[in-house]
């Protein structure tokens, strides 16, 4: 029969230590910044360019390349540090086209952010496109056609980025790659957990 007064100590150190880690507010205070920057400068930009400036190139010239400023540092740097998630196309041995889909598994001592990056991550690749999808129809149905190609070219750099992510985060979540071919809006429908899981 064991004594109820011995003493027994046990180990809640390391998972402290890890809920501390993941409730630190930025782990990543430079990617979080830009993450949100090129496309915040992006939207003001289009906002301001008709005001400011009578020429419509300099003004598409300067969106466009925020905007894929934005693509590449969201695609190959926030993405990883801030959620853990990553994806690109690569050309195989046949010349076939190969999409790939990576979620880093949480485990101790990850680089992940933490749950406010993870936040200011999925809000920003969430809300960005609805805005430019706003955009896009006070252009149509305010006739400016100039202004809508810009739109247009928007709005496909940041949905691309969105449904890779979204890909990512499927994969992570069931832990086999989706099949590209089945993977539809109707499996987003199914399963709203990978969308509104993360906010």
Not at 1 to 24: G, I, K, N, P, Y
Not at 139 to 161: C, D, H, P, R
């Amino acid at each position: 029969m064991a004594d109820d007064t011995e003493d027994v100590e046990l180990d809640f150190a390391a998972d402290e230590q890890e809920r501390a880690r993941r409730s630190a507010v930025l782990r990543h205070p430079l990617a979080s910044f830009f993450h949100l920057f090129f496309r915040v400068v992006a939207i003001v930009a289009y906002l301001l360019c008709d005001w400011i400036s009578e020429n419509f190139a300099p003004c598409f010239v300067l969106i466009i390349t925020l905007l894929s400023f934005d693509f590449w540092s969201v695609k190959n740097v926030t993405g990883r540090l801030l959620v853990g998630l990553r994806w690109w196309n690569q050309i195989d041995d046949d010349g076939k086209s190969l999409w790939v889909f990576e979620a880093k598994k949480a485990s101790r001592g990850n680089n992940i952010g933490t749950e406010a990056e993870a936040r200011i991550f999925w809000l920003g690749l969430i809300i960005c496109p609805l805005i430019w999808t706003f955009f896009f129809f006070t252009s149509l149905f305010s006739l400016k056609i100039k202004w809508l190609s810009l739109v247009v070219a928007s709005i496909s750099l940041q949905v691309a980025n969105l449904y890779g992510y979204l890909r990512c985060k499927a994969v992570g979540e069931d832990g086999q790659p989706a099949d590209s071919r089945s993977f539809t809006g109707q499996h987003l429908l199914q399963r709203p957990d990978i969308i509104f899981g993360i906010l």
